[in-house]
């Protein structure tokens, strides 16, 4: 069984358009590629994501499973939020990481503050295999 | 002059007491959650009649439907709105899961096609509403990608939520789960099918309506 993880620096991601962004982490997954991204994308694109995927569902791409780890405090001062907020317009939300696995790969994504498990679906890794060998053949 | 500015005043007015009085509030979560259920227990409690059909296949509801001029009324408060139920969001759809429910392989792959427009749909129509209610199954993990997602998305758009945990009438409900992954929302436990605890759904509606 094969998983490909693929990295991105958040400094790949900086200079792209959200389209841009959305796109490139797409193309990855839609390569059967588990896509490990520095930080996260902004709020809007997060969402806007999830309706582009809607967009490319067919019969051989179900969609995405997705998990956004955010270690910064769930209830930070105001000195804080200002410092992380001034930071993210400066050099963009770094903190963090997001995986982004497409669906008939990654079966689930189980999050806990501390740890993260990533449930493969091993029936269409094998199915996935068996087609490459049956081309290989011909 | 005067019935100038008396035209113009009661038009500033009016407007605003009309944008106050008919709000568009969105029913969103993941799919099954309850949304449907729980928009048929408004109508019901309201207007005396269904709003959409229920079922235990994820992706039921597909459109979205717009039930007009709800009113709900507590002492002498009033809330008056329009009430959308919006298709599950989610970030999967595979038509084989339709037919594990014993559908079709024609109609599965319909169904797919129909839940990923619906969602399309859903999406689009997050920055219409003035008021938007979770609802969430409180017999499963809130944790997930999808409900913080949207939950973040609407904070990001300064939109008021209501967050509701669903199904509390069964065994494996965990409402403090859904506390503990939201502290910052007001969280309503609910059952829409059973009408369980609605009194305190209406005045938490009107707290975040205002």
């Known amino acids: 069984m094969n998983l490909t993880l693929q990295f991105i620096p958040y400094s790949e991601i900086e200079g792209l358009s959200s389209i841009g962004r959305i796109r490139k982490i797409l193309n990855i997954a839609k390569e059967n590629k588990i896509v490990l991204l520095e930080g996260r994308l902004r709020k809007e694109e997060e969402t806007e994501l999830i309706k582009t995927t809607m967009e490319e569902i067919n019969d051989e791409f179900k969609g995405i499973e ?6 910064s405090s769930k ?4 000195l804080s939020r200002f410092k992380k907020g001034l930071a993210n317009l400066l050099i963009g939300n770094r903190q963090g990481l997001t995986i982004i696995g497409p669906a008939n790969i990654v079966k689930e994504i189980k999050k806990d503050p501390n740890k993260i498990e990533l449930l493969a679906n091993s029936g269409s890794l094998k199915k996935k295999k068996k087609k490459t060998t049956r081309r290989k053949k011909k | 002059m005067i019935s100038f500015l008396k035209k113009f005043t009661s038009k500033v007015f009016s407007n605003l007491f009309r944008r106050k009085k008919n709000l568009k509030i969105g029913l969103y979560g993941p799919p099954n959650g309850g949304k449907t259920t729980l928009a048929n227990r408004i109508c019901q409690d309201w207007l005396g009649e269904d709003m959409g059909s ?6 039921e509801t597909r459109e979205i439907t717009v039930k007009e001029k709800i009113v709900v009324k507590q002492g002498k408060r ?12 989610a970030t999967k759809i595979d038509y084989e899961d339709f037919m594990k429910k014993g ?12 839940a990923t427009k619906g969602i399309i749909e859903s999406i689009k129509w997050l920055d219409e509403m003035d008021v938007v209610i979770i609802v969430l199954d409180s017999t499963i993990d809130p944790y997930s990608q999808v409900n913080l997602t949207i939950i973040g998305n609407l904070a990001a758009r300064k939109i008021p939520v209501l967050v509701v945990g669903n199904k509390i009438d069964l ?3 965990k409402l403090k789960k859904i506390q503990n992954a939201f502290p910052q929302y ?3 436990g609910i059952s829409a099918k059973k009408g369980k605890n609605m009194d305190k759904f209406y005045e938490s509606l009107f707290v975040v309506s205002r």
Not at chain 2, 54 to 59: D, E, L, W
Not at chain 2, 78 to 89: C, H, K, W, Y
Request: net charge neutral; glycine share 2%; no cysteine.
């Open chain 2, 103 to 114: 559908m079709s392989a024609k109609n599965s792959k319909t169904r797919a096609k129909e």
């Open chain 1, 66 to 71: 997705l998990a956004i780890i955010d270690n």
């Open chain 2, 78 to 89: 009033e809330l008056s709105f329009n009430l959308a139920d919006t298709p599950g969001i």
């Open chain 1, 75 to 78: 209830n930070p001062d105001l």
């Open chain 2, 54 to 59: 229920v079922s235990n296949i994820a992706h």
């Open chain 2, 186 to 188: 007001e969280i309503v």
């Open chain 2, 171 to 173: 065994k494996k409900a």
